[in-house]
């Protein structure tokens, strides 16, 4: 799996992000070594400004169990978490690996990368008006796919995500000859949460004057019996938490109008510039 994100979770208290107390620096690094007797994974980082200077160092995870997915050479993004109190914790979360220090290593489920030329499979989804809708509607046309839930309270994912889609929208409507071949959609990993009524709704919230075109930008969930076989082609990695929490990626896809991959954006690092020139340039 290229990138995973621990910690994209929720709970049923709509409890903030972070304690108050905790001070978020972003890390960018290279996994050195791990140590599951301490919980710690070494790593080699970029210098945070206001915090610390470029060095190697030991981080604890703020959950340890996932030192499992972290090995030397995995290049990766996450929040460093800095206690204000007296205790002065340090802790490693909101992980995302950005490239694997090596190709074998594998999470127990296999996931597939999409690559370039790989063809997209007809996934079958419901759509915000409660419709069935499948991605194969779709060819003929350039379609961008990412993964949200809409109870996602981490700001700089799924929010985020959403936000460069509204933005994406607003490029993509300023160009009538991109508009007209292109198709952006949201998949909702969380069909039990996320009724048509609530995608609508959501949808509502970040598009442009609040008025969404779903001809244009749409919103769908994939049921249980297929979100599985979603989730694996789309490198997907998603864990149900027994807190009802939610842990998994990001990605988005831009799918050409022959149902095969063009590029896959792991992470949410990407910039909707650069995407509208990747949409540009394949519909040239």
Request: negative net charge; charged residues 20%.
């Amino acid at each position: 799996m290229t990138g995973f994100i621990a910690g994209c979770h929720h709970s049923a208290t709509n409890a903030p992000a972070e304690p108050a107390n905790y001070k978020v620096y972003k890390l960018r690094g290279k996994v050195v070594s791990t140590n599951p007797a301490t919980g710690e994974a070494t790593l080699d980082h970029e210098s945070m400004p206001g915090f610390m200077e470029a060095m190697t160092m030991p981080y604890k995870l703020k959950d340890p169990s996932l030192l499992s997915e972290l090995h030397p050479g995995d290049k990766l993004t996450a929040d460093v978490l800095v206690s204000q109190n007296a205790d002065a914790d340090v802790l490693l979360d909101h992980i995302v690996i950005t490239a694997q220090g090596k190709a074998d290593y594998r999470p127990n489920a296999q996931f597939h990368v999409p690559t370039a030329g790989d063809a997209v499979p007809d996934f079958k989804l419901t759509d915000q008006d409660g419709k069935p809708v499948h991605l194969g509607e779709y060819k003929g046309k350039a379609l961008l796919v990412t993964f949200i839930y809409t109870r996602c309270p981490l700001p700089n994912f799924c929010p985020r995500v959403t936000k460069n889609f509204a933005e994406m929208e607003q490029k993509l409507a300023a160009n009538p000859k991109l508009y007209g071949r292109t198709h952006l959609l949201c998949i909702s990993f969380d069909p039990e949460h996320d009724t048509p009524e609530r995608l609508k709704a959501y949808a509502t919230q970040y598009a442009i004057g609040g008025k969404p075109n779903f001809k244009h930008w749409g919103f769908a969930t994939a049921q249980k019996n297929d979100l599985d076989d979603v989730s694996k082609f789309f490198d997907l990695g998603m864990t149900n938490e027994a807190d009802s929490t939610i842990t998994h990626t990001l990605s988005t896809t831009l799918i050409g109008p022959d149902s095969k991959v063009v590029k896959f954006y792991a992470g949410n690092e990407w910039t909707t510039d650069q995407l509208t020139a990747d949409v540009a340039a394949l519909l040239k």
